[in-house]
């Protein structure tokens, strides 16, 4: 036994075996006729036969999927970045999160579409406890990452998840997907967690911190959706918050949360990948010598990259012109365009409520605040 084995995806010689088990789960059915409408079921039943390996089933079936999502419920994606990147190179993505399938879909057909290295993607292991769900993400090169432990099972847990990280992309050759945070955003201020940081520096052994971080080449991936189609989903937590008061999810909210961010309207989407993060590295150990310190003058590397490289679409300067009562932005919308916006609004919150209305609206502006608080300290 492998100490990854609690969390690593399936083996290539795994996979034919992994995948027939679930050919005939109802929600496997599903997933192949949205991904295929007019083919026989056995048509793609017989051709699970010829599937061997992980690519083959992201290639064959899970490529396609994402595509009939961008078909269905986007008015398409748009990419910038890629073109700098090496093709025989890993990279460790850090991204900000909006989507829990999505984000990490979407990026990886940009890779196979471009030529690059495709992702080992970081999930966590409540979104995946139903066996179906499970047994999928292992087939889509997830690997797991363990919710719910005691303080001392956690950092067991993330010394695993570190050196099973740093095995993907030194011995592997693999490049490997995070998300700056745990959990999804909710309110739109897209921040990494010293946390994630701390978990990949613990696999850095006798080397410097930022040495190790050199060696990681991480590339800050901004992704950035017109529309959420989760958002009114994401306003019980940010009510709750609100009134500080516990939330406690629903039993099927994570699943429903998925399917609506995998079906819901995105409107147009893009991805940027930013630079690799290098030369900071050594501005940075000339600089501070608390590692502390350190971490975090790299989460703000990480975070000024992504927060601006967002794409700025037109319902983040409607947001921000309704919150301030104000045209200021106007020039970058059309009034169509807000009326679409204060209509979704409308239909999927109580917009006599002001708190409500006043979350609904921040969680579309603040990228756009977020990206002007950061060119002003830039600049200073």
Do not use: C
């Amino acid at each position: 036994m492998s100490k990854f084995d609690e969390i690593r995806y399936f083996y290539d010689h795994e996979v034919n075996e992994a995948l027939h088990s679930i050919a005939d789960d109802p929600m496997m059915r599903a997933l192949m006729n949205f991904t295929f409408p007019t083919t026989d079921d056995q048509v793609w039943k017989d051709q699970f036969k010829e599937v061997f390996s992980i690519r083959d089933f992201q290639t064959h079936f899970v490529a396609h999927t994402i595509r009939q999502i961008l078909a269905k419920s986007s008015d398409g994606l748009t990419t910038s970045g890629f073109d700098r990147l090496d093709k025989n190179t890993p990279y460790l993505f850090i991204s900000n999160h909006r989507d829990i399938v999505l984000d990490t879909s979407l990026l990886n057909l940009v890779l196979l579409e471009s030529g690059l290295i495709m992702t080992a993607s970081a999930i966590g292991d409540n979104l995946v406890r139903k066996r179906f769900l499970n047994v999928l993400a292992k087939l889509n090169r997830n690997f797991l990452v363990q919710r719910g432990l005691s303080l001392r099972d956690q950092l067991r847990s993330s010394q695993t998840m570190s050196e099973y990280i740093d095995q993907q992309l030194h011995e592997e050759n693999r490049s490997v997907w995070i998300a700056q945070r745990e959990g999804r955003t909710k309110n739109g201020n897209d921040a990494t967690q010293q946390g994630v940081l701390k978990m990949l520096a613990m696999a850095a052994g006798d080397q410097s911190l930022t040495d190790y971080f050199k060696s990681l080449k991480i590339v800050p991936i901004s992704i950035s959706y017109e529309y959420d189609p989760t958002d009114s989903l994401k306003m019980p937590q940010l009510l709750a918050q609100h009134r500080d008061e516990e939330y406690i999810k629903g039993k099927n909210e994570d699943f429903t949360t998925m399917l609506s961010g995998i079906l819901g309207q995105k409107k147009r989407i893009h991805l940027h990948a930013g630079d690799v993060i290098d030369t900071e590295l050594d501005d940075i150990a000339a600089t501070i010598e608390n590692k502390n310190k350190q971490l975090q003058a790299i989460a703000q590397i990480i975070d000024r990259s992504i927060i601006e490289n967002y794409k700025l679409w037109p319902t983040k300067f409607i947001a921000y012109d309704l919150i301030h009562h104000t045209d200021k932005y106007a020039s970058q919308y059309t009034e169509q365009e807000k009326q679409l916006f204060i209509r979704r609004l409308e239909m999927r919150i109580d917009p006599s409520d002001a708190v409500s209305k006043e979350y609904f609206l921040s969680m579309y502006a603040n990228p756009l605040i977020n990206k002007l608080k950061s060119e002003e300290n830039f600049s200073e």
